[in-house]
């Protein structure tokens, strides 16, 4: 694979538009066609970095020496862009990634690997920590803090950048250059997040901390008024009116993350909240809505509040009417 050193102009200039002074930071980035081109992950078009995510991603990426910080670990409320403002960076400078979403039930063989059986031979198969290691690739592993506790313990010495011991094989696989390792979690929250637990501190004391949040409210007025713009050809709305839209769909957000039980001791709290990402698609909903009455009660429905808790989803559509002027009852969904 041929590196080369590309500016941040060329290739996030979202981030430029936010601070020109970003112009100039050297971003390595891959030639086209490399042998892991499968793994490079998708470019999402519309994708809007903020200028802390991109700051932080690219210290981390460009800068850290992987000898002192081998990981980082992504930490934030759901939507605060964890997973892909990762695969993004590595999308947009054509660099592969390999990726795995942690469950309660993930087990040492999915990230280590286990002997399988093949045309009556038993064979090694390396798991995707193995095989990252092995390759010289980045891995992301989601929802970090759901896996069991004993499996993440289990990855300190990695996570000092130590060779993993295969006892099957006996095998000593130490880490190739190019090996980094990326963790997202949702903060732990007593009574939240279902079965999510901190880190043990021995293993939290082992990455680098980078804490996600929501994109100022000019960004995602942005984000959404550009998912809004088919409106436009569809209905001829005007700017005006897609920017105003945006920015109430921006502010019953606000308030529904400020109602969130993460945020809020209220005894109303909130069980859900509304992140960039469900905005945005509650515009695009909109955009397939237009010209129905209580259009933009029934994109919601069919983008966050149907499913949910009654009470909350009512309280939700009660602060879109406030803001749309768009009174909320039965069957309006």
Request: one cysteine or more; glycine letters at 8%; proline letters at 7%.
């Amino acid at each position: 694979m041929q590196a080369f050193y590309q500016t941040a102009d060329v290739l996030f200039p979202e981030v430029v538009s936010q601070e020109p002074k970003a112009a100039a930071a050297q971003v390595v980035a891959f030639s086209d066609e490399h042998p892991w081109q499968n793994l490079v992950p998708k470019i999402e078009e519309g994708y809007f970095y903020s200028l802390a995510l991109f700051r932080e991603l690219h210290t981390f990426i460009e800068r850290a020496d992987p000898n002192v910080f081998l990981a980082a670990k992504l930490s934030g409320f759901p939507g605060t862009s964890k997973t892909s403002g990762v695969l993004q960076y590595f999308a947009r400078t054509n660099r592969p990634i390999l990726s795995l979403n942690g469950t309660p039930s993930t087990e040492a063989e999915q990230l280590i690997g286990k002997n399988t059986l093949r045309g009556g031979e038993i064979v090694w198969t390396d798991g995707v920590l193995a095989m990252a290691m092995r390759l010289g690739l980045p891995l992301l592993i989601n929802e970090w803090n759901v896996i069991p506790e004993e499996q993440r313990v289990g990855l300190n010495e990695v996570l000092d950048g130590r060779p993993l011991m295969i006892v099957d094989t006996g095998e000593v696989l130490p880490p190739q250059p190019g090996f980094r390792i990326f963790l997202t979690e949702n903060p732990y929250i007593p009574g939240m997040f279902g079965s999510r637990a901190p880190d043990d501190p021995s293993t939290n004391e082992r990455s680098y901390k980078i804490s996600c949040n929501y994109p100022p409210k000019e960004v995602e007025v942005e984000i959404v008024a550009s998912k809004l713009q088919p409106l436009v050809a569809s209905t001829g709305a005007d700017p005006s009116f897609i920017r105003e839209t945006a920015d109430k769909m921006v502010t019953v957000a606000e308030k529904v993350r400020a109602m969130y039980m993460g945020s809020s001791i209220d005894a109303k709290a909130l069980e859900i909240t509304m992140s960039t990402r469900t905005i945005s698609r509650w515009a695009c909903a909109f955009v397939m809505w237009a010209g129905h009455e209580k259009g933009i009660h029934k994109a919601l429905a069919r983008t966050l509040t149907e499913g949910v808790k009654s009470t909350a989803g009512r309280a939700i559509h009660e602060m879109v009417a406030s803001e749309f002027g768009e009174t909320f009852g039965e069957g309006d969904e």
